[in-house]
């Protein structure tokens, strides 16, 4: 259920439509287009269809909604390169954009800075903690010290099965999940 409805079953676009986006973990860019096209494209594809007969001033509002989103997430500057062109954390901001084309209210992450240097995970982490200003956010995530950082809330899951539940605090106190997770006891 999401705001009182049941989702089961629904598509991808259906989930945008009701406010649900998500960002997966492997990018999904169109590397030839600019770093502005590839939003402005996922601005456009949820708000209408493009045809000879949309306004211009349609198509600017496409553009500078795509404009603001790449100022949330840091890539004004570079809005002209091609997506193909920007280094791995980069194109995971320029994901999330995508994913907050549709101005969702819950947004999903799924692994967002599998792969980074420590550096472009404290730039996904702030943006993380800007984004969550304004939308909850649901982040699946290995990097502990990030989820800690982010969080009110935590899901601690293992092989599929609830391991803990609670507050960041409740997490680090947790004996299973140091067993587990935080490299405390025997494995």
Not at 139 to 167: C, F, N, P
Request: glycine letters at 6%.
């Amino acid at each position: 259920m999401f705001d009182g409805k049941n989702i089961v079953g629904l598509k991808q676009h259906q989930f945008a439509k009701i406010g649900i986006s998500k960002s997966f973990q492997i990018t999904n860019l169109f590397p030839a287009l600019s770093v502005l096209e590839n939003v402005r494209v996922a601005v456009q594809s949820l708000h209408s269809t493009y045809d000879l007969w949309t306004p211009r001033s349609k198509h600017l509002e496409w553009v500078e909604r795509a404009e603001s989103l790449l100022e949330l997430v840091g890539l004004q500057d570079r809005r002209t390169e091609s997506a193909g062109n920007l280094a791995h954390g980069e194109q995971r901001s320029l994901e999330i954009a995508l994913a907050l084309a549709c101005d969702p209210k819950l947004l999903l992450l799924d692994e967002p800075t599998a792969g980074m240097s420590p550096e472009e995970t404290r730039m996904i982490m702030n943006l993380i903690l800007k984004l969550l200003e304004h939308r909850t956010i649901g982040l699946v995530e290995h990097k502990m010290k990030l989820i800690m950082g982010v969080s009110d809330s935590i899901i601690v899951l293992h092989q599929g099965q609830l391991l803990a539940q609670g507050t960041p605090d409740d997490i680090r106190a947790n004996e299973e999940v140091k067993r587990v997770y935080l490299g405390k006891g025997n494995h």
